[in-house]
């Protein structure tokens, strides 16, 4: 749009300037031809009282001297004519039959005085023909033809012109820097803080505002729609999260006493296919408990309003591995690292420590016993990060996936270096449908039905890493397992450190 009204106000200033400079150049070249043309009459006079006598009295030398002098200094051409359009004197051929030197005769043997001719243009080199009538005695005895060349004139013309074309281009240039420039900034500064606000609660920032005071009556008119659209959206999403940590929170009260409750009925139930169905009962209450606190941790996530600050990617992934190390070695199952030293990324305080743990969980859950990896690399931008990984991205639950992996995008919307955190198995991975549906909100494998779980870790390691400005991306490993990677924009290097 900067663009566009920059060429707009460009061909405005441009047409105004060409408004302008055209009367002055076209004035300019008038006078020019003017001064000419004085000069011309001047001389076809003194020609045809000298052309009179001449004619007269028949003696033409002292005609032809002149005329020749003339065409010599002047590099012209002068010729005399009769009344019966007979040449009589001509300094150098004069061709009668040219339309030009035609009418020129045709007006000075009428007794007509000769009529200034229009501009010499630079690009017109046809001659100037000046027809005089020889008069004496009220009779039109002839007439004297000057055709001389415009080249002179022509170049002051041009010159003018130039000088002029040059101006008003210094001058289109100096208003379109110092004056429209400005101005068209000034213009779309509120447009500007309206797509970055726009931006901004795309991200989920939703209390992000734009001023009402600035720009035209239509965009201040447009802000307020903004910010009341913005409030509107930021309440509603305040009442749903806290609905869900008030009904989770209410909730745990009441289950936990139908728990005890349940437990209690153990002494008076004698059948053992009833034992066996109290305890079902109790291990559902359990489940039920673990999903309501996933509920209140998803809504504690989404009103958290923490800013990204670097992290140090290398301590955090090791910190949390080794936390991790002695439920692997309790179950039997091989934990190996690639970390290298000094990678730090921007994220939201304990965000990556959370996604670990969930991604760590999952695999020691669900990959069968596998041997599991974890591995820390930077990315950089406009490179295939996931080419070893397929590249898919976590479905939201809505059937909208996460960004395309090596994305990642700063608040400006340009591509950044990245810093990949992959938990990888060997196990039995899941399907492409499966792929696409992951990440979703209590959403869970029908082969995994079984194990303990609400289907809430992934989506909520999804939209804390997002909120960070990272993705998490899940794809098949290969030859099988699965590859589960979060992505986070880079920090800064330090002097010092790898890159």
Not at 112 to 120: D, F, H, N, Y
Not at 167 to 174: D, F, K, Q, W, Y
Not at 226 to 235: E, G, L, Q, Y
Request: hydrophobic letters at 45%; charged letters at 25%; one cysteine or more.
């Amino acid at each position: 749009m900067r663009r566009r009204l920059l060429v707009i106000v460009f061909a405005l200033v441009a047409g105004l300037i060409v408004a302008l400079s055209l009367p002055l150049v076209r004035a300019t070249a008038e006078r020019t031809v003017q001064t000419s043309f004085i000069g011309r009459v001047e001389d076809g006079a003194w020609f045809a009282d000298m052309a009179a006598t001449a004619l007269e009295s028949g003696r033409t030398g002292r005609l032809e001297a002149a005329a020749d002098r003339y065409a010599h200094l002047y590099d012209s051409r002068v010729a005399v004519v009769d009344a019966d359009s007979e040449t009589v004197v001509a300094s150098r051929p004069v061709d009668l039959a040219d339309p030009q030197v035609r009418a020129a005769l045709l007006l000075a043997l009428a007794d007509r005085p000769p009529e200034q001719p229009g501009v010499w243009w630079p690009w017109d080199d046809r001659p100037f023909v000046l027809g005089e009538p020889v008069r004496r005695d009220g009779r039109v005895l002839g007439a004297v033809l000057i055709v001389s060349p415009t080249d002179r004139a022509r170049s002051e013309v041009a010159d003018h012109l130039a000088l002029v074309i040059l101006g008003s281009l210094a001058a289109l240039v100096l208003v379109v820097i110092a004056v429209a420039a400005p101005v068209v900034r000034w213009v779309l500064r509120p447009v500007h803080d309206l797509d970055r606000a726009t931006h901004e609660v795309a991200l989920g920032r939703l209390k992000t505002r734009v001023s009402e005071r600035v720009g035209a009556p239509e965009l201040r008119r447009l802000a307020n729609a903004f910010n009341v659209m913005a409030d509107s959206m930021h309440a509603s999403q305040e009442q749903q999260r806290a609905f869900v940590a008030q009904a989770s929170h209410q909730l745990r009260n009441p289950l936990t006493a139908l728990r005890l409750r349940v437990e209690n009925l153990e002494e008076f139930v004698n059948d053992p296919r009833g034992l066996n169905e109290l305890h079902f009962a109790v291990e559902e209450a359990d489940r039920f408990g673990e999903m309501l606190d996933g509920l209140l941790r998803l809504a504690r996530a989404e009103a958290s309003e923490a800013e990204r600050a670097p992290v140090d990617v290398s301590a955090v992934v090791r910190h949390r591995v080794d936390a991790w190390r002695a439920a692997f070695a309790g179950a039997g199952v091989p934990l190996t690292t690639r970390i290298p030293d000094g990678v730090s990324a921007l994220s939201l305080p304990d965000c990556l420590d959370h996604a670990l743990d969930t991604l760590l969980d999952n695999a020691l859950k669900f990959g069968a016993g596998a041997p599991v990896d974890v591995s820390v690399h930077r990315t950089p931008v406009g490179a295939d990060a996931d080419a070893d990984q397929g590249g898919a991205a976590v479905d939201d639950g809505d059937g909208q996936g996460a960004n395309v992996a090596g994305r990642v995008a700063d608040p400006a919307g340009e591509a950044v270096e990245t810093v990949d955190v992959t938990v990888r198995d060997a196990g039995p991975g899941l399907t492409e449908e499966e792929l696409s549906q992951a990440g979703g909100r209590f959403w869970r494998s029908p082969r995994h039905q079984n194990v303990r779980g609400t289907g809430l870790g992934l989506a909520l390691t999804r939209m804390v890493v997002e909120a960070g400005g990272g993705e998490l991306l899940l794809a098949a490993a290969r030859p099988h397992g699965l590859s589960a990677t979060v992505r986070l924009p880079a920090a800064p290097a330090l002097p010092g450190e790898p890159v």
